[in-house]
T-cell receptor
Framework: GAVVSQHPSWVICKSGTSVKIECRSLDFQATTMFWYRQFPKQSLMLMATSNEGSKATYEQGVEKDKFLINHASLTLSTLTVTSAHPEDSSFYIC?????????????FGEGSRLTVL | QKEVEQDPGPLSVPEGAIVSLNCTYS??????FMWYRQYSRKGPELLMY????GNKEDGRFTAQVDKSSKYISLFIRDSQPSDSATYLC??????????FGPGTRLSVLP
């Protein structure tokens, strides 16, 4: 299956700092990437959808100035958590669909665990 | 009524059992259906992708889609302890917007 890679897999930062998470599609061009947040034993919560070269579309209740998403190329999207606070600690996962894959075939990254002290 | 319903479990079965996981949905426009396996602290891994109705088999896994009943299933044959994970169903009508079930936690006991 297609490979979507996330980095870092685990990050610890101090309150007030910013953290960037990268999501890369390694073997296909990702026309659309999605970012999710997942709390323990809960389902995925969609945060935003990004299309290459366009501004991300954020879900209701997600602060776009807090969670900056950039999708500058067909293989890379980044999520930056700005001025992180302990309540931002969570598991963040990206996913992607692409033109070279089956329509609607969605691939996920490995996830990034953020801990804000 | 939620758009996608899935029994959250937990579901415990002995090793070697056949596991049946199911999701029901309400939107008749859904035509792309997927099953994912998610281990703790990992991203979901795509197990099965199905377009429209029918069956699909891959090794020990079989996915069934019954669009007339708005019901999808994932069967796991000869279940192994390594199959212990949370299984998510997902579906889409346009291949761009996705709806997920809450996931079923499965434990396969040795």
């Amino acid at each position: 299956g297609a490979v979507v890679s996330q980095h870092p897999s685990w990050v610890i930062c101090k309150s007030g700092t910013s953290v960037k998470i990268e999501c890369r599609s390694l073997d296909f061009q990702a026309t659309t990437m999605f970012w999710y947040r997942q709390f323990p034993k809960q389902s995925l919560m969609l945060m935003a959808t990004s299309n290459e070269g366009s501004k991300a579309t954020y879900e209701q209740g997600v602060e776009k100035d807090k969670f900056l998403i950039n999708h500058a190329s067909l293989t890379l999207s980044t999520l930056t958590v700005t001025s992180a606070h302990p309540e931002d600690s969570s598991f963040y996962i990206c996913s992607a669909i692409g033109t070279s894959r089956n329509t609607g075939e969605l691939f996920f990254g490995e996830g990034s665990r953020l801990t804000v002290l | 009524q939620k758009e996608v319903e899935q029994d959250p479990g937990p579901l415990s079965v002995p090793e070697g059992a056949i596991v049946s996981l199911n999701c029901t949905y309400s939107n008749s426009a859904f035509q792309y259906f997927m099953w994912y396996r998610q281990y703790s602290r990992k991203g979901p891994e795509l197990l099965m992708y199905t377009y429209s109705s029918g069956n699909k088999e891959d090794g020990r896994f079989t996915a069934q889609v019954d669009k007339s009943s708005k019901y999808i299933s994932l069967f796991i044959r000869d279940s192994q302890p390594s199959d212990s994970a949370t299984y998510l169903c997902a579906m889409s009508g346009n291949g761009q917007n996705f709806v997920f079930g809450p996931g079923t936690r499965l434990s396969v006991l040795p």
